[in-house]
């Protein structure tokens, strides 16, 4: 069987991947998992089940190469298994448990254990953060039963164990699951001094005007170098309320402006979506005037947000920053806006 450190020396030679010594570094890691899951499993009355391996926490900076480590170990197993971004499998989790208690089942955490246990031998969770009471409450008890049933997790994610869901309410209540993480899986650093991401935009054009089919092939391009060939929904949970971007992965979303300054949106929906992904695409920014007022002031919230977050942001638009908000009720506090949207186009933006 071909090794993780095989695979990944493979695609460097092949051009696909830029070498990286932090990344060399965590693949002996992940392929001690992918070697004692690939052996055979001895059948037998009086066998017992062999002790799974101990798990994986890849954490470091945004860019590092985690998530594509991620897909290449994926790539590499024989076993059940599934790849899914933290936040999403959190969303379908809390889904199920919602339909079990209408059910009337009293403690739903430990059939939606089950059904995932007898699905997969192995768990690959993208992006693990918790920023929600409820997610909270939630994975301490489904985890330590996923465990407890064999199943082998891998997570990566930007924080170290201790700082997940840090100053969050009751977080007292949730420091055994941060314990248990540190028991059953091995946790390690990423800790490379390249963001391939940013690298990757590095002297890139991420601002095109007109918004016109030019726009759209060169925004094309740059979503296939960032998401390849990959993604999902990522759905925002504020206030009850649900935002669904349709075009997701890695911590790269790409909406239209009228799917985000089109809608009834506001502050707290922004500062949630840059809370929640690194690089936004923007596409078919309008000219803005008194006639799209609400609009233009949602967009100056969202970049305000962005800004303040260091997203980075790749945007087509009706007209350079300066001409898109040229008269009407709010022209001249736009200035600042337009400021923004220079300043966030330099190459070393969300650096």
């Keep these: 069987m071909t090794t993780l450190t095989e695979l990944y020396e493979a695609r460097v030679a092949e051009g696909r991947l830029k070498p990286d010594e932090a990344q060399r570094a965590v693949l002996p890691a992940l392929e001690r998992i992918r070697a004692a899951l690939a052996e055979p499993v001895k059948r037998g009355f009086f066998r017992r089940a062999p002790e799974p391996p101990k798990g994986l926490y890849l954490w470091g900076g945004v860019g590092r190469g985690k998530s594509m480590l991620m897909d290449l170990f994926v790539e590499s197993l024989t076993v059940p298994a599934r790849r899914v971004h933290f936040h999403a499998f959190m969303q379908e989790v809390q889904t199920r448990i919602h339909e079990l208690r209408k059910e009337g089942v009293e403690d739903p955490i430990k059939p939606v254990a089950k059904e995932i246990s007898d699905s997969v031998r192995l768990l690959a969770y993208d992006e693990m953060q918790i920023t929600d009471i409820t997610d909270a409450m939630i994975v301490g008890r489904l985890f330590e039963r996923l465990f407890d049933a064999g199943v082998v997790v891998v997570t990566t994610s930007n924080r170290v164990p201790d700082d997940l869901y840090k100053d969050g309410l009751n977080r007292q209540l949730f420091l055994p699951f941060i314990a248990l993480l540190k028991e059953r899986m091995e946790v390690r650093e990423l800790a490379s001094d390249k963001d391939h991401r940013q690298d990757r935009l590095s002297g890139a054009q991420v601002y095109f005007a007109p918004a016109d089919s030019a726009a759209r092939a060169g925004i094309d391009a740059l979503w296939s170098e960032l998401t390849p060939g990959q993604e999902e929904t990522l759905t925002l949970h504020v206030k009850g309320r649900e935002i669904e971007l349709p075009?997701?992965?890695?911590?790269?979303?790409?909406?239209?402006?009228?799917?985000?300054?089109?809608?009834?949106?506001?502050?707290?929906?922004?500062?949630?979506?840059?809370?929640?992904?690194?690089?936004?695409?923007?596409?078919?920014?309008?000219?803005?005037?008194?006639?799209?007022?609400?609009?233009?002031?949602?967009?100056?919230?969202?970049?305000?947000?962005?800004?303040?977050?260091?997203?980075?942001?790749?945007?087509?638009?009706?007209?350079?920053?300066?001409?898109?908000?040229?008269?009407?009720?709010?022209?001249?506090?736009?200035?600042?806006?337009?400021?923004?949207?220079?300043?966030?186009?330099?190459?070393?933006?969300?650096?």
């Design 247 to 351: 075009r997701y992965y890695n911590g790269v979303a790409r909406a239209s402006f009228f799917t985000l300054c089109g809608k009834a949106l506001g502050p707290a929906d922004y500062l949630k979506l840059a809370e929640s992904v690194r690089v936004l695409i923007l596409e078919d920014i309008p000219r803005l005037s008194r006639q799209n007022f609400n609009e233009a002031r949602r967009f100056v919230t969202l970049i305000d947000a962005l800004y303040e977050a260091r997203v980075r942001l790749i945007a087509s638009a009706a007209a350079e920053p300066e001409y898109l908000y040229v008269e009407g009720s709010g022209s001249f506090e736009f200035e600042r806006t337009a400021s923004r949207l220079r300043e966030m186009q330099a190459a070393d933006w969300g650096t």
